[in-house]
């Protein structure tokens, strides 16, 4: 099966326009995280998902911990879809899809060891997908993604074959391994960020390549 693609730390409808045209099927837009790329007011989130046309999907990167606070912030950015970057520590997933019935509800599981995969596992089967990431929450500065690190695909794959829902595979992904991430993990979806960038800005033939990668993968 070829893996979807979602194109992350996307800044501007020009981008977002840039990247489907090229074959996403998905836009990552970053709001306030504590590090990492691409960050982005809700407004231009909002600006960015009320001009993707149907069927591709807008995520929100939430930094967000508690449902009553993820659904304020979906409601200022309009995406249908909504990326969990850390922990809940307020509510439950329950609870935010019964509030946001329309929306999907992916989780970000940070692949660190073999708690992660328990975790991982865990928690899919209370969300519409999962998204497996480089970075640490545990460090004083909470690493919530965008590190540009590969980390542990072995992890990755076991988490993909023992999860209950559609598993995206992000961190440190660039045109140079997406084949080999891809064969190893086998996931639903990829997802890029820093790999098909250049001096912060999207390179269209980095992304061009990656796509042609990816879409070539039987």
Known sequence: MIPRVKICCIQSVEEAMAAIGLGASAVGLVARMP???????????????????????TFLLTSETSVSEIIKHHQRTNTNTIQIVDTLVSGNHRQLKEALPCVKIVQVIHVIDDFSVREAVKVSGQVDAILLDSGNPRLPVRELGGTGRVHNWKLSRQIRMNALCPVFLAGGLNPENIREAVEAVEPFGVDVCNGVRSNGKLDTEKLRKFLDIVLSIK
């Open 35 to 57: 590090s990492g790329p691409g960050p982005i007011t809700d407004d231009q989130i909002r600006e960015i998902a009320a001009a993707v046309p149907p069927p591709v999907a």
